[in-house]
């Protein structure tokens, strides 16, 4: 009889405690169900309606309180193990801390959406301190979450980092050098969002779309995308254009090879065919000017003509093509150099370099600009009596021998 009333005594205390349990479950879980189905969506109005990152970091944060009820209320619970309600009240405090991250995460990648929405944000995006802040806070939730469930101070746990700094310094090594690079690149405003950059060292040649803490990705012109990390944006060199684009010009330098042998005085007839171009109307009447006044001044008489001065028709090429490039409509004017130079000769010919910029920075415009600036002058070479210079093809000799071959 004894034993039997034990018994009964037994499974009456067990019926309560799984009664009591199933009650704080139902009710945790009750609570939670009014915050987020019946409160939050109550106050959705109010919040961001462009976002569901505010309504994510209100989620997280009422996470807590069913957390602390069960916490609270493990402990009201009859006949239960004080080892058991020791671990559900340190289980349940750890994941209130983790919880509270969770919401101050969420918060922050709101904070970082509000601030994508300035006008100043493709410029100075601030992901990568948006990161950083998430790093400490998730490393101070590890720390109070293993705090609470050995149930210590959370500074005798802070006091031993001291002889672990070494070792973090060594795993963290990474986020530290990106973390100084991200500072001096935003602070010297080096890189923004939508830059054009050239990194060859990385194989890197198109357009910054993102900036975070540890990399910075670029969508090259095939459509490829290149990560690069941060600190390698300090350290390794790269070529950033947007001083171009910001300009409004794009710069044109490409030479025309001349065949030296085509160079030459011009003659009475040839000058006359020339004076036919009305951009050289006023280089010509200049120089005739000037060289029949030195010639005038200089050659006394019995002096053999080789002495006198002539015209060019590489020197008047070059005062072709300055005219041609200022009246030309694309080409950028004031503010912008001009220039139509020598280079040193070489094997391959003579090197007329053309420089200027034109006045927009698209790039299919400045190459169909490009194209049709030189259309022009490879064409109208001939009439200076000018030749570019060509490495003879396979044509070219089978043409020589079959020449050759007649004679």
């Known amino acids: 009889m004894d034993d039997l009333l034990k018994d009964y005594f037994e499974l009456a205390l067990w019926l309560q405690s799984l009664i009591a349990l199933t009650g704080l479950a139902l009710i945790a879980l009750l609570v939670n169900w009014i915050i987020k ?44 193990p004080e080892e058991v309600v020791t671990v559900t009240v340190n289980v349940a405090e750890a994941f209130i801390v983790f919880s509270v991250a969770m919401g101050i995460n969420w918060a922050l990648n709101y904070a970082n959406e509000l601030y994508a929405r300035r006008p100043e944000a493709r410029s100075r995006p601030i992901k990568g301190y948006v990161q950083v802040l998430k790093i400490a806070i998730f490393c101070g939730a590890a720390i109070l979450m293993i705090a609470v469930l050995i149930e210590q101070s959370p500074l005798l746990l802070l006091s031993g980092l001291g002889a672990m700094a070494a070792v973090l310094l060594l795993v963290f090594k990474d986020t530290i050098l990106s973390l100084v690079a991200s500072v001096q690149l935003t602070s010297n405003d080096m890189l923004r969002v939508g830059d054009w950059i050239e ?52 710069r044109i330098k490409r030479s025309l090879v ?21 951009l050289l109307d006023g280089y010509l009447a200049r120089k005739e000017e000037e060289i029949a006044e030195w010639n005038r001044h200089e050659l006394a008489s019995g002096i053999d003509e080789i002495n006198a001065r002539r015209i060019t028709n590489i020197g008047t090429l070059r005062a072709y093509v300055i005219a041609y490039l200022k009246s030309h409509p694309r080409i950028a004017g004031e503010g912008f150099t001009l220039l139509v130079r020598q280079l040193p000769p070489g094997p391959q010919g003579l090197p007329l370099e053309i420089y200027c910029f034109t006045d927009t920075v698209d790039w299919g415009e400045y190459e169909a600009i490009q194209a049709d600036i030189f259309d022009h002058m490879l064409a109208i070479l001939p009439q200076f009596g000018l030749r570019i210079f060509q490495e003879p093809s396979g044509l070219d000799l089978a043409s020589g021998l079959k020449g050759n071959s007649r004679d």
């Open 37 to 80: 189905r019946v409160l939050l969506r109550m106050a959705a109005p109010y919040l961001d309606t462009r976002s569901l990152t505010a309504d994510k970091a209100a989620a997280w944060l009422a996470t807590v309180i069913p957390l602390l009820i069960v916490s609270r209320g493990i402990q009201a619970v009859p006949n239960m």
């Open 199 to 250: 990194m060859p060292s990385m194989s890197a040649d198109g357009d910054v779309i993102d900036i975070a803490l540890h990399t910075v990705k670029v969508q090259n012109f095939d459509k490829t995308i290149t990560t690069i990390p941060t600190h390698r944006l300090i350290s390794d060199s790269y070529r950033n254009w947007r001083g171009m684009s910001e300009s409004g010009g794009r």
């Open 258 to 278: 001349i065949d030296q042998n085509s160079v030459r005085f011009l003659d009475e007839d040839q000058l006359a065919g020339l004076k036919r171009f009305k």
